[in-house]
């Protein structure tokens, strides 16, 4: 049992489909610390002058202030931290347009790369098969089409 267990998580491992999950990962983690750097030192400066400086990873709506008494804290303050949504929801934001800016970026080379009139980009073989199938069936159907109207 545990050799089949292993065999099948070899032909798991083999095909790819662990490395293309583990590559996500570690892309995505990078990628979070950029946009982490990009939200925080480029996007909410500009975004605090303009607010008269304002911390926005700081804003927070109190719901009960903090007691403290002789330097220690009776009653914990409640608050509901509306700032740190505002930065998270920046962050998606920005990662969500990047995400797209790098798939309409992928599609356009995948796009050039299909297209088999495109002398630029070499056109995978299984694109440049179905184009001369489809170039030999539309001859086909306009041999069929004079046939016909001949009769």
Known sequence: MTRRLFKEF???????????IAIGVIIGAAFNKVVDVLVK??????????TDEINWSD?????????I???TVKVQEVAIAYGKLLE????F???????FLVVKFMNSIRNKAQDPKNKTVATPKEIELLNRMT??????LEITEKNALKK
């Open 88 to 91: 998270v929801l920046m962050d």
């Open 41 to 50: 030192e480029v996007f909410l400066p500009p975004l605090s002058l303009l």
């Open 59 to 67: 804003k927070k709506l109190i719901l009960r202030e903090a007691i």
């Open 93 to 99: 934001a920005i990662i969500g347009f990047v995400v």
């Open 69 to 71: 008494e002789d330097t």
């Open 135 to 140: 170039e030999l069936l539309e001859r086909q």
């Open 10 to 20: 070899k032909e798991f491992a083999v095909k790819g489909n662990m490395i293309d």
